[in-house]
């Protein structure tokens, strides 16, 4: 993708998921030392729910960052930058958070982010993955047309969001498609592609670019993989 799908809605993202803390609360209770690297931060939700010495986020997305920011939270600095390309020196654990590693485009763009991670991880802390689990009942549904998604109160006008879904099950791609509007007219619009993870795959590319998977879970409470459950969650250590 070379435009940025948050650059106009960042604000909207902020209020729609700001009350979300399942995944926090489930990476604080895992959480192992004091020097935190969060990827795909957004608007900072996860950095400000960690209560480690010192959290750094790290997005592409600068409209978002900006957002982040604006919080005023005790969070160390927020950083623009590509997951696949950083070297902010040493930490005690990286954390991927909601889905933001399967965005990533191809093989290339995982193994770079991985060796990335690595190298962060020096002294051989977690590196904790989050993405969508495959909702294997509705592989052979090419395309699920536009639905209402989420709607409320953003700046005194109302929003809401709607999402059409278009799936590829050949290459792994979940493709989805959400257009924003407000009574005054106003509309925009967000693409987000997302490559789906098997959990054999997750095991090979792991072991591939240096780490094992140390514990897998199917949820944010530490539930295990089963079927129908939401999130593919992986702890992996350095090898």
């Known amino acids: 993708m070379t435009t940025d799908p948050y650059a106009k809605i960042a604000a909207i993202y902020d209020v729609e998921f700001r009350s979300a803390n399942a995944d926090t609360i489930g990476y604080e209770s895992r959480r192992q030392g004091q020097r935190v ?14 209560h480690a010495g ?7 997305s600068e409209p978002m960052l900006e957002v982040a920011r604006a919080q005023g939270r005790p969070v160390e600095r927020y950083v623009a930058a590509s997951m ?8 005690d654990e990286v954390i991927i958070p909601n889905g933001a590693f399967a965005f990533l485009p191809d093989r290339a763009a995982r193994a770079a982010c991985l060796a990335a991670c690595r190298a962060a991880l020096s002294a051989g802390g977690p590196l904790t993955i989050d993405v969508p689990m495959p909702d294997h009942a509705r592989q052979g549904e090419a395309h699920l047309p536009e639905l209402p998604a989420w709607e409320g109160e953003v ?11 278009f799936r590829d099950p050949v290459a792994q791609r979940l493709r989805l498609l959400d257009r924003y509007r407000d009574e005054t007219g106003w509309t925009a619009q967000s693409e987000l592609v997302l490559h789906t993870f098997s959990v054999d795959e997750v095991h090979w590319m792991l072991e591939a670019n240096g780490f094992y998977a140390d514990r897998m879970w199917g949820d944010h409470t530490g539930g295990p993989l ?9 702890r992996a250590l350095p090898l």
């Not at 690297?37 to 960690?50: D, F, K, N």
């Not at 696949?84 to 930490?91: I, K, N, V």
């Not at 089963?226 to 992986?234: E, I, K, M, S, Y």
Request: with cysteine.
């Open 226 to 234: 089963r079927p129908g459950c939401p999130r593919l969650l992986v």
């Open 37 to 50: 690297l969060v990827l795909g931060c957004g608007t900072g939700r996860v950095c400000r729910g960690l």
């Open 84 to 91: 696949t390309s950083f070297d902010l020196g040493a930490f």
């Open 155 to 165: 700046e005194g006008r109302h929003v809401w969001r709607t999402r059409e879904t």
């Open 54 to 60: 010192e959290v750094v986020g790290l997005d592409l």
